[in-house]
């Protein structure tokens, strides 16, 4: 029978790259401030465990999740495809992720009015 491996944590990279949990923590935030050296040697650790940063355990620490939400009521075309690429793209850039819902035009009216609190 197969073995699920254990999720990497942000400690089990820092024990292996030999630097604090709060420096691995910065070497993931975007304009944080770490040298060049700790963060080589951290995202060296990274690879090696396959560590990567959970996004909905960061925003519970922080109450916000940096989570986007792109509603889109279809994304059929080539011209929307690039502009869904283009805005996950720039998101992730900005330290945020992107969750896209694709739905049709009547749940897409839905989820405006909810947002805006109608």
């Known amino acids: 029978m197969q073995q699920l491996k254990a999720v990497v944590s942000a400690q089990d990279v ?3 790259a030999g630097v ?8 993931f ?16 650790a990274a690879e090696e465990l396959g560590y ?8 519970l620490v922080r109450n916000r999740s940096g989570i986007v939400c792109l509603i889109a009521s279809e994304v059929d ?29 009547i749940r897409c009216a839905r989820f405006r009015r909810a947002a805006a609190g109608d």
């Open 14 to 16: 820092a024990d292996r």
């Open 20 to 27: 604090s949990r709060s420096a691995v923590s910065r070497t």
């Open 29 to 44: 935030t975007p304009g944080a401030s770490v040298s060049d050296a700790t963060r080589q040697r951290v995202m060296r």
């Open 52 to 59: 990567h940063v959970n996004h909905l355990a960061r925003g």
């Open 77 to 105: 075309t080539p011209y929307r495809a690039s502009l869904v690429r283009w805005m996950t793209q720039y998101l992730q850039e900005a330290g945020k992720v992107a969750m896209l819902i694709n739905t049709g035009p």
